[in-house]
């Protein structure tokens, strides 16, 4: 069970890094802030999976803590590029 | 293995992407990436404190910070493209880096084995502090003086922050006015995460002092929390001159430094605690602790003075 | 009883990855800002929620399962808001704002 959620965790990880290649190509910054959404996502599920195969229960705290702060991150990051578009920057 | 060989290279290549940005908004983009996966490290690492804290501060409010800066940046991106520095000055800093890379991975794999430490040392006495939890009883109590220093350098840093205001907006609001929008997704959806987020910062608080958590990583989601408030438009900025303010701020390393002074009375030595009574000092003065940071933290994103203070 | 329950985690937790799975490859393959975006939230529910559940069977104690589902909770109400605003920014014309 153990090695099976670790291969979990690494295959979600492999799904986070080719959304990364969204943030390389992408043309806007939409597609930017939607690949950082994704990592969040991708990373929070990965790291829920490692919790429970390395038993450290504490860490799903850690979760938590992303869950909240991706919020933050992603609405400063959407204020931030919508002044871009207003500014016509 | 395979799993960790293959977040160490993802690791790397966030990290490469990052630095070759062309654009501040994806470099940063690239960097709340890197923060986020660094906790993951730490989590396979067994080290839940240093990931919570990673992923508090390192990824989301510095992320803020960094965006704030890209903000006001942005009317200067152009003409600064134009200065970048030459080739030979990235390649002296490049090879410098790596030096510094090739040590610490020296330092690191040289190590003796068992690695020296002072863990025993911290386990065999915790019943003293009357704390379950190593790492806060490290913060805590073995190395308080450290933590109450951590905090005055918060405090500078923020003076640093508020002396860049200029002359005409001194002591006035922090950061630009943000409209409320009453029927807004950003509304509703700030409505219901502000309080969840402050009962999340509450619940690290608490189990702080048994589990991985603490008054650092309460105080930043704490932070977080106003900013997001802030941000949206339902909170505005206290002007930085305003007296309660400048207590709030205070407070906490006034009462670490209060009761450091204390212990010379009751314990013999500065941050010194009594035993029986070393869980109630350490709860006195976590609590102002933490309202402090965490109003440093967000006056830290929200920036220098932008508006005058006479509205 | 502990074996149909890691059965379940197992099926649970592949579906998830499968959702990820589809959610990543409309991310790069969809023409559009919009269509990516539709993409992107099959794996903020369904990809985070089946596993969710499929940890559920494996934790002990009422409150670590609640503790789980509150980060899904959690994650929904941030994805469902930021693809409102993403959408507007990506919009033809920009946002209003």
Redesign the interface.
């Known amino acids: 069970m153990a090695d099976f959620l670790l291969a979990a965790a690494g295959f979600v990880l492999a799904m986070v890094a080719l959304g990364l290649v969204r943030i390389l190509r992408g043309p806007g910054d939409a597609d930017r802030i939607m690949a950082a959404q994704l990592l969040g996502t991708g990373g929070i599920a990965a790291l829920l999976l490692l919790v429970e195969a390395m038993s450290v229960p504490a860490a799903v705290d850690v979760a938590l803590i992303l869950a909240l702060l991706a919020a933050f991150v992603s609405v400063a990051f959407v204020k931030g590029a919508a002044r871009t578009e207003a500014d016509g920057a | 293995m395979a799993f960790d060989t293959g977040l160490a290279v993802l690791v790397l290549g966030v990290a490469v992407w990052t630095i070759t940005a062309r654009d501040t908004f994806a470099a940063v983009v690239g960097f709340v990436a890197f923060g986020l996966l660094l906790a993951l490290v730490w989590v396979r690492l067994a080290a839940p404190d240093v990931a919570l804290t990673e992923a508090a501060i390192g990824s989301g409010v510095t992320g803020g910070l960094l965006l704030g800066a890209h903000t006001h940046l942005r009317r200067t991106e152009t003409a600064a493209a134009g200065e970048l520095p030459g080739a030979a000055l990235r390649l002296a800093a490049a090879v410098l880096c790596a030096m510094v890379s090739a040590g610490l991975a020296a330092i690191v794999l040289l190590l003796p084995e068992p690695a020296p430490t002072l863990a025993p040392q911290v386990a065999a006495n915790i019943a003293t502090t009357g704390l379950g939890n190593p790492v806060t009883a490290v913060l805590m109590a073995y190395r308080a003086v450290d933590t109450l220093l951590e905090t005055v350098v918060l405090l500078l840093a923020l003076l640093g922050i508020w002396s860049l205001a200029p002359d005409r907006v001194w002591g006035g609001f922090p950061g630009p006015h943000h409209d409320a929008d009453p029927q807004g997704v950003l509304t509703f959806a700030a409505q219901l995460l502000v309080p969840v987020g402050i009962l999340v910062g509450v619940h690290i608080f608490w189990v702080g002092s048994v589990a991985p958590g603490g008054e650092f990583q309460a105080a930043t989601i704490l932070a977080a929390m106003w900013i997001l408030a802030a941000m949206v438009g339902l909170v505005d900025a206290p002007p930085v001159s305003r007296r309660w303010l400048r207590i709030l701020l205070v407070a906490g390393p006034a009462v670490f430094f209060a009761i450091g002074l204390a212990g010379f009375a009751m314990a013999g030595a500065f941050l010194a605690y009594p035993p029986p009574y070393a869980k109630l000092l350490i709860l006195t003065i976590e609590i102002p602790l933490t309202l402090s940071i965490a109003a440093t933290l967000a006056l830290l994103v929200a920036g220098p003075p932008e508006r005058a203070p006479q509205r | 009883m502990s074996l149909g329950l890691?059965v379940l985690?197992?099926l649970a937790?592949?579906a998830?990855?499968f959702f990820?799975?589809a959610?990543?490859v409309g991310?790069?393959r969809f023409p559009d800002?919009l269509c990516?975006?539709h993409a992107?939230t099959k794996?903020?529910n369904l990809?985070?929620g089946l596993?969710?559940l499929g940890?559920l069977f494996?934790?002990e104690g009422p409150f670590?399962a609640l503790?789980?589902i509150?980060?899904w909770l959690?994650?929904l109400?941030?994805?469902?808001?930021?693809?409102?605003?993403?959408a507007r920014?990506?919009r033809p014309g920009?946002?209003p704002?």
């Open positions: 890691d985690t197992i937790v592949c998830g990855a990820f799975l959610g990543t991310l790069l800002a990516r975006l992107l794996a903020d990809g985070l596993i969710v940890l494996q934790v670590a503790k789980l509150s980060v959690l994650t109400l941030a994805g469902a808001t930021v693809t409102q605003l993403i920014t990506a920009g946002t704002e």
